[in-house]
């Protein structure tokens, strides 16, 4: 389970002030869950997804894992403990090839066979792609499949997945979107995902909504989508639905 409490995070700004992104945050995450964070642009949702991780460190609150204070844990420790972490836009390495990833990702010797089933699953031909180095030759949309099998042959305790339909097209998105109905249900672990998109949205067990660095609300998908769907007037459910129709909702 991970427990965020008071979780605040500013950084500096030109004038010589400071600029509070996420505001004294309390936050359960519990086991087994598919959780999404929407908010409108701005309100510090993949700011709070990179504090989970240690890719940025609170100024102010504790969190914890599975009952351990992880506040001053580094990012190496943090995945050495069950917690992974996809980007918003996947990292590309140059003379890696896609087996050397997933099996850096697994921390194993993973067998070419296990590797092309994860690929598979993500729905990759293998053999396409198994020898492929992660370079400029493969799409946004092939970068992110082969970031979410690395995700899978992984198999942590936590997945979190930041904007993962930032930057791909509409074929890809569609795929996507069915990558994530697998992983829900077939759930091992707890799967955090930063998104606006209703389809995302709509497959989730529990939506978190932060608003000017704090969380406005908190609860099952039934109790939270339809409200933030009804909200037409609101800046935030505009950009969603704009999100929404132009991948074809």
């Known amino acids: 389970m991970l427990e965020l409490k008071g ?21 359960i995450i519990p086991d087994d869950r598919f959780v999404v964070i929407t908010g409108p642009n701005g309100s510090g949702k993949s700011t709070l997804a990179r504090l989970i991780m240690g890719i940025q460190k609170p100024t102010e609150g504790q969190i914890f894992w599975n009952g351990e204070d992880i506040t001053e844990k580094s990012i190496s420790e943090r995945a050495n403990l069950g917690i992974s972490f996809a980007f918003q836009q996947p990292v590309r390495f140059k003379g890696i090839d896609v087996l050397d990833l997933m099996r850096i990702a697994a921390k194993r010797e993973l067998s070419v066979g296990e590797a092309c089933n994860y690929l598979s699953e993500v729905g990759l031909c293998a053999r396409d792609y198994i020898n492929r180095e992660v370079s400029a030759s493969l799409s946004g949309g092939e970068l992110k499949r082969i970031e979410i099998a690395s995700v899978l042959a992984r198999g942590t ?22 990558v994530f109905e697998s992983m829900r ?19 989730a067990d529990e939506i978190i909504v932060i608003a000017d660095g704090r969380v406005a609300q908190q609860g099952t998908k039934a109790e939270i989508l339809p409200g933030l769907l009804g909200s037409m007037n609101s800046g935030y459910c505009s950009r969603l639905n704009e999100g929404s129709a132009a991948y074809g909702k």
Do not use: C
């Not at 979780?7 to 936050?27: A, S, Y």
């Not at 249900?185 to 497959?203: F, P, T, V, W």
């Open 7 to 27: 979780v605040t995070f500013e950084v500096d700004e030109e004038n010589g002030g400071t600029k509070r992104i996420t505001d004294k945050i309390d936050l």
């Open 157 to 178: 305790q936590l997945s979190i997945f930041d904007e993962p339909e930032a930057g791909i097209d509409l074929w890809s998105f569609q795929n996507l979107i069915s």
């Open 185 to 203: 249900r077939n759930i091992k672990g707890s799967i955090l995902i930063i998104s606006h998109q209703e389809r995302i949205l709509d497959i």
